[in-house]
């Protein structure tokens, strides 16, 4: 009992930190609608999801990053180092037919 009193009066202290008071505040229906849109999970990640759709529809049609390579290794034949050093850009395939190239042109002409 003796070990369990102070355990006890410490929770009990802290139980207003832990478990905060809940205000009974007053709302409009306005302000309510207001809240419940502003602080509502599913919409926040609606939102995120919606950002990130127009992000890839603003990257779409345009060349890719380059990608930079780099290997040091050790020689062979005894305390020399080769190093190798690449860069790497990716294109869209070209096209084959007259048709094909004027659609290429239109979709992937830089403005």
């Known amino acids: 009992?003796?070990?369990?009193?102070?355990?006890?009066?410490?929770?009990?202290?802290?139980?207003?930190?832990?478990?905060?008071?809940?205000?009974?505040?007053?709302?409009?229906?306005?302000?309510?609608?207001?809240?419940?849109?502003?602080?509502?999970?599913?919409?926040?990640a609606a939102r995120l999801t919606v950002a990130e759709a127009r992000g890839r529809l603003i990257q779409a049609g345009r060349l890719s990053?380059?990608?930079?390579?780099?290997?040091?290794?050790?020689?062979?034949?005894?305390?020399?180092r080769l190093g190798e050093f690449g860069i790497t850009q990716r294109f869209p395939p070209r096209p084959k037919s007259p048709t094909q190239n004027a659609y290429w042109r239109a979709t992937f002409a830089r403005p």
């Open 1 to 44: 009992m003796k070990r369990v009193f102070p355990s006890l009066v410490l929770i009990l202290i802290f139980a207003g930190s832990i478990f905060p008071q809940v205000s009974a505040a007053v709302f409009s229906c306005d302000q309510a609608v207001l809240q419940a849109l502003g602080h509502n999970v599913d919409l926040e």
């Open 65 to 80: 990053n380059p990608e930079v390579e780099t290997a040091i290794r050790p020689h062979v034949n005894g305390r020399e």
